[in-house]
Nanobody, 128 residues
Framework: QEHLVESGGGLVQPGGSLRLSCAAS????????ITWFRQAPGKEREGVSC????????YYADSVKDRFTISRDNTKNTVYLQMNSLKPEDTAVYYC?????????????????????WGQGTQVTVSS
């Protein structure tokens, strides 16, 4: 298993946008879906969004639906998370991880996801 590399976080005002990147190997993107997770201080990990490896279908937690968009660029071996209309409650460290399927990893189910190769994540802070 590889450590995926997250980047793109920062400080943004409420209503602003950020795009996160998750760099992975071509093999990982070929055989695994990629899920974005986040964890805020004092809270459990939450699954935010997932993109399937097989058909590119995308899935979102209710908390981010219609605001976040996950996408994949296989030429760059990168998965993106475009985050719009950001809210203070989106503040968290964001991580990405490979998953066998996009089922059972979103929302509070993300807290149960077992993975031993978490990267350092990227901090997103939404504040005025």
């Amino acid at each position: 298993q590889e450590h995926l590399v997250e980047s793109g976080g920062g400080l943004v005002q409420p209503g602003g946008s950020l795009r996160l990147s998750c760099a992975a190997s071509a093999a990982t993107l070929r055989y695994y879906g990629i899920t974005w997770f986040r964890q805020a201080p004092g809270k459990e990990r939450e699954g935010v969004s997932c993109i399937s490896s097989s058909d590119g279908n995308t899935y979102y937690a209710d908390s981010v639906k219609d605001r976040f968009t996950i996408s994949r660029d296989n030429t760059k071996n990168t998965v993106y998370l475009q985050m719009n209309s950001l809210k203070p409650e989106d503040t968290a460290v964001y991580y990405c991880a490979p998953v066998a399927i996009c089922r059972g990893v979103l929302g509070p189910d993300g807290a149960q996801f077992k993975y031993h190769y978490w990267g350092q994540g990227t901090q997103v802070t939404v504040s005025s």
